[in-house]
């Protein structure tokens, strides 16, 4: 969104107004747009990677980062809240193992190289515009105030593993393609790729789980 005014010395920041159009809400009218939509934000997504590579030091995205710490600390949302605060409880042989493996998945995802991460990147952080002098809409993103840096499959995981859509594995790998054209990716790299997506997503997903009933 432009920028309106800004006080941030204050507190205060005033940006556009983007309507109340959320990708999400737009494709309940428009499902067919779907797949050009989606190619539409992966290839965005590319770009901003690209443009934000070298950030300012100053920038806050530069300061903070999904360390394994971090993802640690998402993953245990799982146990505490999806588990734990449901009533339910692991026994002492699965709780060993969950700990294992949440060890092993936080560290094989912050071993991962970090680039700008949006952080939420989904359907109802992306505001679509009708752009009647372009003949396709713009999509604006929101929402971006938890921005730092991460594994760059992140967002795509945000936006591929959406919890308020549905996509199939072939819709999913053809985004991915084209994020990586988008990106100039090897076919090695491609496949690396996937590998990471599908690493990220477990972690996400542990954490969305825990944290939709927190």
């Known amino acids: ?21 959320t990708l999400a809400e737009y494709l ?12 539409q934000a992966v290839e965005e997504l590319a770009q901003a990677q690209a443009r934000l ?4 030091t100053e920038s806050v995205v530069a300061r903070r980062a999904f360390d394994e710490s971090l993802l640690r600390w998402e993953i245990e949302h799982f146990r505490e809240w999806g588990v734990q605060a449901r009533g339910l409880a692991f ?3 699965d709780d060993s193992a969950f700990s294992g493996i ?7 995802v912050a071993s991962y190289r970090r680039g700008f991460v949006h952080r939420d990147y989904q359907s109802r952080n992306i505001m679509v515009q009708e752009r009647p002098d372009r003949g396709t809409p713009s999509l604006v993103w929101i929402d971006f105030q938890d921005a730092l840096l991460g594994p760059r499959a992140y967002d795509l995981v945000a936006l591929l593993g959406d919890s308020y859509q549905e996509f199939d594995r072939p819709f999913i790998e053809a985004r991915l393609d084209e994020f990586a ?16 997506f599908d690493y990220v997503t477990v972690q996400r997903k542990l954490k969305d789980a825990g944290r939709f009933v927190f």
């Open 181 to 196: 054209r988008a990106r100039g990716l090897s076919t090695d790299d491609r496949i690396e790729l996937g590998h990471e």
């Open 1 to 21: 969104p432009r920028v309106l005014a800004e006080d941030t010395a204050a507190g205060w920041l005033i940006l556009e107004d983007l309507g109340d159009d």
């Open 102 to 108: 949440a060890d092993r998945l936080a560290k094989r």
């Open 91 to 93: 026994s002492p042989a």
């Open 53 to 56: 590579e070298d950030l300012p």
């Open 28 to 39: 309940k009218r428009k499902p067919a747009d779907k797949p050009a939509l989606y190619t």
